[in-house]
């Protein structure tokens, strides 16, 4: 069985400064993993995703995320916050041939002027 | 179209009635998800289909959910004896493949049941 923890409901932070959202999964198999970020009224995009080769993934809108299979985490940061990076972003973890995404309760980001 | 569509946005319902949600994929993508995402919480799995089968539909949570995808492109989840409880948004994804690629997902049907 596959599973998603994100720690926490929601995050505040200041314009310009760090911004760390915190997964971390569970997984028999080696996992495929994914941010993915919903904008009010909005579909789910993707934001990035792990699939077994480099360990550390840029993706879009300055976002990345490092895996760490030691620590069974996959934490996406990005170094300054911008107004229109506030939504609800969700990690989720798919295993092998088993093609459904598992998604965590996603974590609502608020960045004050 | 560009992307996923799903129609209709917003259903509203009484309990006990029938209601047909439709999802029409991208051009091409094979892999279609439906997922259901209540308040407060990330979208949960309900069904895929690989083509025109059925590939998994461990995620439907009783009988009164069916989904169908008679042509392989569009598909439509029906849920039959609608409770309060099925209030929630229905997300709709495809892919190119189920087993790899990006799953690319429409905005959703809201549905409320009165």
């Known amino acids: 069985a596959q599973s998603v923890t994100q720690l926490g409901s929601h995050v505040s932070v200041s314009e310009g400064a760090l911004v760390l959202l915190r997964c971390n999964y569970s997984s028999s198999v080696p996992p495929y993993l994914f941010w993915y970020v919903q904008y009010p009224n909005q579909g789910l995009q993707l934001l990035l995703k792990y699939t077994s080769a480099a360990t550390l993934v840029k993706g879009i809108n300055g976002f990345e995320a490092e895996f760490k299979k030691s620590e069974t985490s996959f934490h996406l940061t990005k170094p300054s916050a911008h107004m229109s990076d506030a939504a609800e972003y969700f990690c989720?973890?798919?295993?092998?041939?088993?093609?459904?995404?598992?998604f965590g309760k996603g974590i609502t980001l608020s960045v004050r002027p | 179209g560009a992307g996923v569509s799903q129609t209709p946005s917003n259903k509203v319902t009484e309990k006990g009635k029938y209601v047909e949600l439709r999802c029409d994929p991208i051009?091409?993508?094979?892999?279609l998800y439906w997922y259901r995402q209540s308040l407060g919480q990330g979208p949960e799995f309900l069904i895929y289909?690989?083509?025109?089968?059925?590939?998994?539909d461990s995620g439907l949570p009783n009988d009164r959910f069916f989904a169908v995808r008679p042509e392989g492109s569009v598909s439509t989840l029906k849920i039959q004896r609608t409770e309060r409880g099925d209030s929630a948004v229905y997300l709709c994804a495809s892919s190119i493949l189920a087993s790899k690629g990006e799953q690319f997902f429409g905005p959703g049907t809201r549905l409320t049941v009165l």
């Open positions: 989720a973890v798919k295993t092998g041939a088993n093609s459904k995404l598992t």
């Open positions: 289909f690989q083509g025109t089968g059925a590939a998994d």
């Open positions: 051009s091409g993508h094979t892999a």
